[in-house]
């Protein structure tokens, strides 16, 4: 497949300042996980199919990317590349030989960020448990922004 759908979700609002551990130990809050919820139902309703889950294996990342998983009725893969660090390179490796036709990624900024810009071009910053949607060719690495939403906007009714 060259044409690949391609969505990356942040992870939701996690556990900080007041958190003691480790940062890449670090929870979704109870926050976190009600708009990752919201999102998710989103991604129900507006029809999105991808056909798997690759999260980060950070907790907050697995966290989110479990709530998308349970909406969506996918499985999930933890991916190490997606932990802190993912670019260009990351993403072809984790993309494989995969024929998949649309694929969910879960983690981090800035990272995320720093990869829509390097596909697309925009200029972006994709907010907690924010949704972006990427037309992406494979063969090229370049692509379409499609979507860029914030849990507010899929919050029910508010489009």
Request: charged residues 30%; aromatic residues 6%; contains cysteine.
């Amino acid at each position: 497949m060259a044409k690949l759908d391609l969505f990356f979700l942040r992870h939701g609002l996690a556990d900080w300042p007041n958190w003691k551990g480790s940062d890449d130990d670090r929870p979704l809050t109870d926050e976190g996980k009600m708009k990752t919820h919201r999102v998710a139902s989103f991604l129900v309703d507006a029809g999105a199919q991808p056909q798997k889950i690759l999260t980060s294996p950070l907790p907050r990342a697995l966290q989110t990317a479990e709530i998308a998983a349970e909406h969506l009725r996918l499985p999930l893969e933890t991916a190490d590349g997606l932990a802190k660090g993912f670019d260009v390179d990351h993403l072809k490796e984790i993309l494989g030989n995969d024929q998949l036709d649309s694929v969910m990624l879960v983690g981090h900024e800035p990272d995320f960020s720093r990869i829509i810009e390097k596909l697309t071009g925009g200029d972006v910053k994709l907010e907690k448990s924010g949704i972006a949607r990427i037309a992406l060719d494979r063969k090229k690495m370049t692509g379409q922004l499609r979507w860029l939403l914030t849990p507010t906007i899929c919050q029910r009714g508010a489009v």
